[in-house]
């Protein structure tokens, strides 16, 4: 079943790619965090892609996600792609696709080599058949995804690149260049590894990169967080020079997750401290909305550069 009013993501991501700018894939799970994204996609005249994880998933409920998804793409004026994000259960990779999603990610990253091109082959057959583009994986993220845990990262090798994206036939492909998910990136130096970048991307030109983990944890954000009774000391995240030096280099899917959690929290917790006697929710829900908005509008702007090419 389409969804007739999603965009492309695969020419989306082309000509990101050509043009030397990334797509932002923003997770949401609510219809607060949907509308923010969507209307700072139509602020900015930005392509745009919905992400929704297997968590986020069961969260929102399948079966709403997209009849609210159509309806949203329908009012917006932005070209919005919905997309399955670490798609790790190829039962579920498939019931998204019947659902009308148009993109999925397929994530054997923690699998065998041989495991992870066997079971991403078989996503590419299943989905290219509907005219739904896939994502694959190739290296490991140090930190949390989902259940999986791991301690160090698994840079991407770049020939592996080249005869994984050649053997499973994926549109996008994302790699291990030294980001993490969640709130807390770098012990050390900030700093992605940028020469595996440039090495992958001379040996796949024509093959969107993509990059997960990328959210760029902003400080005011977390002091607000602490400031206001939570306790996040030491989140940081990636420096925005080091994403935009990414997008200049083949880079051209940013997903951001992280930092759309903190505008949220650090919204709510301040604006309840100083409401005390509000509690209608569509108050405090419409401060976290524009806050998340004015988030995504800076990222395609400033840092994407994703801004006026929808
Ligand atoms: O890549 C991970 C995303 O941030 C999704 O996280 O599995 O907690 O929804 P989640
Ligand atoms: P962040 O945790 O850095 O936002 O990464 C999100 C992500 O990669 C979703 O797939
Ligand atoms: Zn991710």
Redesign the pocket.
């Known amino acids: 079943m389409k969804i007739e009013q999603l965009s492309n993501e695969r020419d989306m991501l082309l000509k990101a790619k050509r043009e030397h700018y990334a797509v932002g894939a923003f997770?949401f799970?609510s219809i607060e965090i949907m509308r923010a994204i969507v209307d700072a996609a139509e602020a900015a005249h930005s392509p745009v892609i919905l992400?929704?994880?297997?968590?986020?998933l069961k969260?929102a409920e399948p079966r709403y996600i997209r009849h609210v998804v159509g309806v949203v793409s329908e009012m917006s004026n932005a070209p919005v792609a919905l997309h399955l994000?670490?798609g790790k259960n190829i039962d579920i990779v498939r019931e998204v696709i019947d659902l009308g999603f148009n993109s999925v990610m397929i994530d054997g990253s923690s699998l065998p080599y041989d495991e992870n091109i066997a079971v991403t082959k078989e996503v590419v057959k299943y989905a290219h058949k509907r005219g739904v583009v896939v994502e694959g994986e190739l290296g490991v993220l140090a930190g949390v995804?989902?259940d999986v845990h791991s301690d160090v990262h698994k840079y991407t090798d770049p020939e592996q690149a080249v005869d994984f994206v050649k053997k499973t036939g994926v549109d996008s492909l994302a790699i291990a260049i030294g980001t993490s998910?969640?709130a807390y990136k770098f012990s050390g130096e900030a700093k992605l590894r940028i020469d595996i970048l440039k090495n992958i991307n001379s040996l796949l030109p024509e093959v969107p990169l993509v990059l997960?983990?990328a959210s760029s944890v902003p400080q005011n954000f977390v002091k607000t967080i602490n400031e206001y009774g939570g306790k996040i000391e030491g989140a940081k995240g990636v420096p925005e020079e080091e994403i935009r030096e990414s997008c200049r280099n083949g880079i051209s899917k940013v997903?951001c997750?992280?930092d759309l959690?903190l505008a949220f929290t650090a919204t709510i917790r301040k604006y309840l401290v100083e409401n005390p006697t509000i509690f209608d929710p569509r108050k405090y829900l419409q401060a976290c909305k524009d806050a998340m908005r004015d988030f995504v509008i800076d990222k395609m702007t400033n840092v994407l550069l994703s801004a006026n090419k929808a």
């Open positions: 997770n799970s992400a929704l994880s297997e968590g986020g969260y994000d670490h995804e989902d998910h969640g997960h983990g997903n997750d992280t959690r």
